[in-house]
């Protein structure tokens, strides 16, 4: 059985040239997600736009009337939509009649025969003006946004059993390719539909890899360094990326440059594939002790210190019951078996809850500024503080503690949103932002925690199968907020009634912190799925290993 894999590598240190090596390196590959994540909201916003007028016989009257005017509350627009019947403007045109000459209201409308102009004020091109994504046209739009969160959803759930099956490193790499080589075949899209089918296969391996490099991270590093790592280092990968994506956005304004740049990062990558070695954790729990030993060794050269003659003296390459239990359960059997259930069913609460609000906090900042450039780099900004303090609390506070305060902080300003007057904009928006800071936090905790929480067989599987969970929370998002027609504040309400209940259910999760990752199913199990947080327990400051007899 294997059993205290920290203590048996404790000699190697926790932040040794190896460790920051593999810290570095690991939060790199995540900076490509930053950036893809949320391209769509640039290459697929909407640009002003009207009906293009094809080159006939007008008058330079007639062609600055033949848009009709909208009729409504305030500024007056022209039709995006629609324009008056083009046979019957040539016609009066040629009568020497002028717009002023005709009663405009009774003349017929067509929609735009002759296709579209879009205004290059903001963008040069987009997908929706390559493709006509307006008007009748225009549900397509939000259904590439869909398609592509449904792609980060399977590629979330198959990811992770793949990668406790295969490996961390080869899923990890795999992913990364995926990605990429998918981001610049969009470029070659000749259609919508070609283009959706392209983005589904790059959501696939969009958040795939970040999980991979998570668990692969949280495996590898030990004591402080693990926390900084699952909580800041990959976190602040994804920010630099985030905040990269206006800043490059800007520069290029084409929706095909902008895909080519964010091509680039991930072509980085590749050669890392040489210096970040697999889970030695993983390893032993596949029996292949040698190889883990050979890993650790190297390390101890990094590192400049000696290695025991004998590493992991308390594994056996014969196939242990712990690999037969690995071979036997499957992402199901985190809700199907009770060892998992309890807990998964309360952590995949909390996931849905986590990144629906997130990324409907994220894509409603777009409404932040006119300018989008500048309003979603407002949205990642905020990111960087509420990383600092995901960090400082997993270091110095109870897991449960730190998801259950950061839960409520984030939920309360939802809540005042409300009472805040129509006159008082920034005060609403400050509100929003305060919510998004402490909502980030909790998200970039989450998955830390629920590495934590699985034994080494299961862990990628099921951190992928809650981040699977989690993007269905995102997949409602652009459906949740259409409830602002029925009630602008409903959004804000609903998600911060679901945030509240998810700070409850955090109280009943197993405590981590200070205790070494559970190695087996055995270990997860003797553990208490449900812990009353009135029942005070004894909290481990050490990386010793724990009695596992005990409740954690």
């Not at 080159?55 to 009709?68: F, H, K, M, S, Y």
């Not at 729990?285 to 003296?313: D, L, Q």
């Not at 509100?431 to 909790?442: D, H, P, Q, Y």
Request: glycine fraction near 6%; proline fraction near 5%; charged fraction near 15%.
């Amino acid at each position: 059985m294997m059993k205290d894999y920290d203590e048996s590598i404790r000699f190697l240190g926790q932040w040794g040239r190896f460790q920051r090596v593999i810290f570095f390196l690991l939060c790199t590959t995540t900076i490509p997600n930053g950036f893809g994540t949320f391209t769509l909201v640039f290459l697929a916003d909407t640009p002003e736009h009207r009906c293009r007028i094809p080159e006939v016989n007008l008058t330079d009257e007639w062609r600055g009337a033949i848009i009709p005017e909208l009729v409504g509350e305030g500024t007056p627009k022209r039709s995006s939509c629609s324009r008056y019947r083009l046979d019957v403007v040539r016609n009066l045109s040629a009568q020497g009649l002028g717009p002023g000459d005709v009663n405009l209201t009774s003349l017929e409308q067509e929609r735009c025969k002759d296709g579209f102009f879009y205004s290059t004020d903001i963008y040069t091109s987009t997908i929706v003006s390559e493709f006509d994504l307006v008007c009748e046209n225009k549900w397509k739009q939000p259904l590439t946004n869909t398609l592509f969160l449904l792609g980060i959803l399977v590629g979330s759930f198959f990811s992770g059993q793949l990668s406790d099956r295969f490996g961390r490193k080869p899923v990890l790499f795999a992913t990364v390719a995926l990605q990429t080589i998918s981001t610049f075949l969009k470029i070659f899209s000749v259609s919508w539909a070609m283009f959706t089918v392209v983005l589904f296969i790059n959501g696939l391996g969009q958040m795939s890899n970040y999980v991979s490099a998570l668990v692969l991270g949280s495996e590898i590093l030990t004591g402080n360094v693990r926390i900084l790592y699952s909580s800041l280092g990959t976190c602040f990968g994804f920010a630099l990326g985030y905040i990269l994506l206006p800043l490059v956005a800007y520069f290029t304004r084409s929706w095909k440059s902008l895909l080519i740049a964010l091509t680039i990062p991930g072509l980085f990558s590749f050669p890392l594939w040489w210096f970040i070695p697999e889970s030695p954790r993983y390893l032993l729990s596949r029996g292949k002790v040698e190889e883990a030993e050979a890993i650790v060794r190297k390390a101890a050269r990094w590192n400049n210190v000696s290695a025991p003659g004998v590493i992991f003296t308390d594994y056996t390459v014969s196939q242990t019951k712990e690999a037969q239990l690995q071979e036997q359960f499957r992402a199901v059997d985190l809700l199907r078996h009770r060892a998992f259930r309890l807990t998964s069913s309360l952590l995949f609460l909390v996931a849905f809850t986590l990144i629906a609000s997130y990324y409907g906090l994220c894509f409603n900042t777009a409404n932040l500024h006119a300018d989008p450039y500048i309003s979603c780099l407002i949205s990642a900004v905020v990111e960087i503080p509420a990383y600092i303090m995901a960090w400082l609390g997993m270091l110095y506070l109870p897991r449960r503690l730190s998801m259950f305060g950061s839960l409520v902080l984030g939920a309360l300003p939802l809540f005042f949103i409300q009472l805040v007057p129509e006159e008082w904009p920034a005060v609403a928006i400050t509100l929003e932002m305060v919510g998004k800071l402490f909502i980030t936090a909790s998200s970039c905790m989450l998955f830390a925690y629920s590495a934590e929480l699985y034994p080494t067989s299961l862990r990628n599987t099921a951190t992928g199968a809650c981040n699977s969970v989690a993007r269905v929370g995102s997949c409602i998002t652009p459906f949740l907020f259409e409830l602002r027609h029925v009630d602008k504040f409903l959004p804000y309400i609903i998600l911060g009634t679901l945030s509240m209940v998810s700070a409850a259910a955090t109280l009943f999760l197993p405590e981590t912190y200070g205790r070494p990752l559970p190695d087996t199913v055995e270990q997860m199990a003797r553990r208490k799925s449900i812990n009353f947080p009135c029942r005070r327990t004894k909290t481990h400051r050490s990386h010793a290993p724990p009695n596992w007899t005990t409740a954690a």
